[in-house]
C-alpha cells in the first residue's frame, strides 16, 4: 500500500532524483555487496579486490574477478526496477538518475545521461597512463569466480588495464560528483532504491536531499522505518515497489 501524501508529492515534483544502489539490480541476478549470505563481501575480501594495492599486488586475481563479474552483467537483462524508473522520467518535469552501480542495466531499461558515481565494469582504462583501449573488450570466456586472468595491455604505453570502476581509497569521478550533489540539493523528491547508504562521499547524496527539504522515499526490503513525515519507506523489492509506485502516481 503506498501512501497517499507519498502519491501526492511524486504527482507534483518537479524535479526528482533517482538515486540506486546495488539492491535495484539484485533481481537481474547481480549480487549486491553487504546483503547476508548473498552479498559479495560476504564470500570476498574487499581488501584484495578493490583497492588499487590490491590490483599492484596481484592484477590478476583482481582482473579474474572483474571479468568474472563484467560476464555476470552481460549475461544479465534490466527488471522491472530499471524499467519503472526509465518509465518515470516520461511523467514528471525532470528527473536525474545517479547510480552507484557499475553496470549497464539502466541504460540497458532505456534511462538517458545516467550518473555513474562508481564508474563501469564497461570502460577500463590502463593503470599507468589513464587511457580507454581504442576497441572494447571482448565479452569474456565464462571465467569463474576465483579465476586469475592477466590483464590486457594498453596499447600507447604497455601498462595493465585495469577495471574502470571506483575502488576505496580513490576519487570519485569530479564531474558526476558535483552533478549528484547539485541534483540532490535542486530536488524536491529523492527515492534511493536498494542502498545500504554506508558508502560515503556518494551516501551524501540523500543526507543533501533531506537538507535542503526534498521528501525522501526508500525502497529497500531491509530498510528502517523513517522518523520524518517527510520520509517513506516502501518495504519491499524494487522490482515490485517501483511499477508499483508509477502505477499509483501516473496510471497506465
Ligand atoms: C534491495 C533488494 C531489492 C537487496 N530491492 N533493495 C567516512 C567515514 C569512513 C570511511 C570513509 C568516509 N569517507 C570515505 C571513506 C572511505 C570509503 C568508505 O565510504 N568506506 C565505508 C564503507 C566506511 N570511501 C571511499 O574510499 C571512496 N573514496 C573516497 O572517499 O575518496 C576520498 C579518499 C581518498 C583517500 C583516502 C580516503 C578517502 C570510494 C568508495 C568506492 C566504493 N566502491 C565500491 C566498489 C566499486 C567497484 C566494484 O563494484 O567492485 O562500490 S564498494 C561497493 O559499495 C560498491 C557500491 O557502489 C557501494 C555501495 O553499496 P550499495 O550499492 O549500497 O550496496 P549494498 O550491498 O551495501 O546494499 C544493498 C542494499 O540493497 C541493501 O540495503 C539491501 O537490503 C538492499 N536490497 N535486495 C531493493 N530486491
Ligand atoms: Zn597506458
New binding site residues.
Partial sequence: MIPSSLLRALRSARHVVVFT????S??SGIP????ALT?LWERFD?GE??TADAFRRDPALVWGW?EW?RMKVLQARPNP?HMAIAELAGHVPQLTLIT???DDLHERAGSREVIHL??S?HRPRCFACAREPAEPLPAPDEPEAGRRLEPPRCHHCGGRLR?G????????PSDALRAAFAAAQACDLLLS???????????EVPHLARAAGATLVH?????EAPQSAHEHLLAL???QALPQLVREAFGG
Fill in positions: 544502489g546495488a539492491g535495484v539484485a533481481e549486491t555487496f553487504r546483503d552479498g574487499p579486490l578493490a572483474y563479474r526496477a552507484q552501480n557499475v562508481h564508474g565494469l577495471p570502476v571506483v575502488w576505496f581509497g580513490e576519487s570519485l532504491v536498494g542502498t545500504s547508504g554506508v558508502v560515503y562521499p556518494a551516501a525502497v529497500n526490503p531491509q530498510g523489492p524494487a522490482g
